[in-house]
């Protein structure tokens, strides 16, 4: 079953009724106790919704430039790998708006249970967690943080659905926002041994304060991300192509295009 964000977001790829629009999200259960029709509760949620008339809403990320996008990049540390058994110890994120970083977030969360090997890992003591604002407290603040950017992440889909979960089991509601993963995203744009964060940053020859914490695999992950830009094809222009272009899919279809284009080419 896909998530709830994937269904969303895919809904309004292009512009659909009003009417049609809020009877849909009244079927997610996830959304049953949320004023579904309030869209600044949505936006909320992360959703960049905006109206393209007075009938119908659409993604503002459809016509948005990618010069012109809002990105926050983030990274999270955790007691553990599963959602359900395990929590958040450490959020970080830097936030890009027109180009540039223009925020940043950070702050550990409260938790009495850290196994040594995340202590050795990261740095972090359990004495720091046991001191730091609750796990709740955290996750409000980072909301207001994020809004409705596009959520960014080496490995996106552990770091968003890790806070998704956790936003939901403290009553915040879950992320409806577009996300992007940068490893697919390098895979594509950039030419190395290695994808993963540390590997990769070698390679580009960006540097670490202290790899492991939140905010700087952040910073190191926003680096990579303004490097794959950089390399882009000229066809990406819209922050909605950018996030199709670092999909499964989209690269199943850039292959299929390119095994059809050498065949053509051999049968001449």
Do not use: W
Not at 147 to 176: C, R
Not at 260 to 265: E, L
């Amino acid at each position: 079953m896909r998530p709830l964000d994937t269904y969303i977001t895919k809904m309004v790829q292009k512009p659909v009724f009003h009417k049609e629009f809020f009877a849909k999200m009244r079927t997610f259960k996830e959304l049953e106790h949320i004023d579904v029709e309030d869209v600044n509760m949505l936006k909320l949620l992360g959703l960049p919704l905006m109206k393209y008339s007075n009938y119908a809403f659409s993604l503002e990320t459809v016509d948005t430039s990618i010069s012109k996008g809002k990105f926050c990049v983030v990274d999270i540390e955790a007691n553990g790998s599963k959602p359900s058994l395990h929590q958040i110890i450490e959020i970080g994120a830097v936030m890009i708006e027109n180009g540039v970083v223009i925020d940043e977030f950070s702050s550990l969360a409260k938790a009495d249970v850290l196994p040594e090997s995340i202590e050795q890992l990261t740095g972090i003591t359990l004495e720091e967690l046991q001191k730091a604002p609750p796990l709740r407290h955290v996750l409000e603040s980072f909301r207001l943080f994020l809004k409705d950017a596009v959520f960014v992440a080496h490995n996106v889909n552990f770091d968003y659905y890790f806070i998704s979960y956790a936003l939901e089991q403290a009553g915040f509601g879950p992320l409806l926002n577009r996300k992007l993963d940068t490893i697919e995203l390098s895979r594509k744009c950039i030419e190395a041994p290695k994808y993963g964060l540390g590997a990769l940053t070698e390679y580009l020859g960006i540097g670490f304060e202290h790899h492991h914490r939140a905010l700087c695999d952040a910073k190191a992950t926003a680096e990579v991300f303004f490097k794959a830009l950089e390399k882009l094809p000229e066809s990406v222009q819209t922050v909605e192509e950018l996030i199709a272009f670092t999909k499964p899919q989209h690269l199943k279809k850039r292959k299929k295009e390119k095994d059809a284009s050498f065949k053509s080419s051999t049968t001449l």
